[in-house]
Nanobody, 119 residues
Framework: QVQLVESGGGYVQAGGSLRISCAAS????????MAWFRQAPGKERELVAR????????QYADSVKGRFAISKDSAKRTMYLQMDRLEPEDTAIYYC????????????WGQGTQVTVSS
């Protein structure tokens, strides 16, 4: 089992920046990949970005390409999402998720952190 805790959300004006973090604990040696998802009011949860834990292969949703950057610090077992040029449409609860080597998909989730972008 892997436990995830997000931090760093908040309120920012459009065009601004925020960085959110996700700290992993527990059986972190079983990590295969980590990701950021977000869910806006009335919308389905969507994948924002993902990073493979072994080779740092990265993928982004089209809506955030060129504005967001996902990264990780393996020694700290922490994943980050640097969000630049934020738009009101980025307002959502951002969730950290982990997929383990057992092939069970995104099986571990954090509690979420609110990001609010004002126009």
């Amino acid at each position: 089992q892997v436990q995830l805790v997000e931090s760093g959300g908040g309120y920012v004006q459009a065009g601004g920046s925020l960085r959110i973090s996700c700290a992993a604990s527990g059986r972190t040696f079983t990590l295969y990949a980590m990701a950021w998802f977000r869910q806006a009011p009335g919308k389905e949860r969507e994948l924002v970005a993902r990073i493979s834990w072994s080779d740092s292969f990265i993928q982004y949703a089209d809506s955030v390409k060129g504005r967001f950057a996902i990264s990780k610090d393996s020694a700290k077992r922490t994943m980050y999402l640097q969000m630049d040029r934020l738009e009101p449409e980025d307002t959502a609860i951002y969730y950290c998720a982990a997929a383990l080597l057992d092939g069970g998909g995104w099986s571990s989730w954090g509690q979420g952190t609110q990001v609010t972008v004002s126009s």
